[in-house]
């Protein structure tokens, strides 16, 4: 799995000192991938999908929106991707689309994309991991109970 390709500027002292050179070291997630496996890559950043065609296996994208390029591209050729509309998380394989439980809701635009865009992450790999879309909705609602009780807690 990649999210981004950000945060060159921190590793300076490991010689990656511009955003080709990290991505250079994000693309052997991917090159040592085999045909039976899975990348999950993040469809809205684009040094990020642009890592797709060096994976052995298939390819998931993940993304806020299901009209990322990246995704409609991926759908276009028959590809796996997740995406969110209307709050709801969708996994899709070319055209075809299927809805998680109607409960599994991605967290309220106040709670921040970088949760949802995570959330979105882990559907991918669970997905990869060929886990029944009713278990994925299952596990998002735990995890969103979870923080929900966490943040209770904390006040």
């Not at 090159?31 to 950043?45: H, M, S, T, Y």
């Not at 969708?90 to 106040?110: K, S």
């Not at 060929?130 to 923080?147: K, V």
């Amino acid at each position: 799995m990649v999210t981004d390709a950000s945060g060159h500027e921190s590793l300076g002292e490991f010689y990656i000192d511009d955003a080709d050179k990290l991505v250079n070291v994000l693309r052997t997630q991917i090159d040592v991938i085999l045909p039976d496996g899975f990348a999950v890559l993040n469809a809205a950043d684009a040094k990020v999908a642009e890592l797709a065609p060096l994976c052995d296996g298939a390819v998931i994208f993940y993304g806020l929106s299901e009209t990322l390029p990246a995704i409609v591209a991926h759908r276009a050729a028959g590809g796996r991707a997740v995406f969110a509309r209307d709050g709801r998380v969708f996994l899709a394989t070319g055209a075809e689309e299927e809805r998680l439980d109607e409960l599994a809701m991605l967290p309220a635009a106040g709670a921040g994309t970088l949760q949802a865009e995570n959330i979105l992450a882990a559907v991918g790999a669970a997905w990869a991991l060929e886990m029944s879309p009713d278990l994925i909705g299952a596990g998002i609602e735990t995890f969103e109970a979870e923080q929900t009780a966490a943040r209770a807690r904390a006040h």
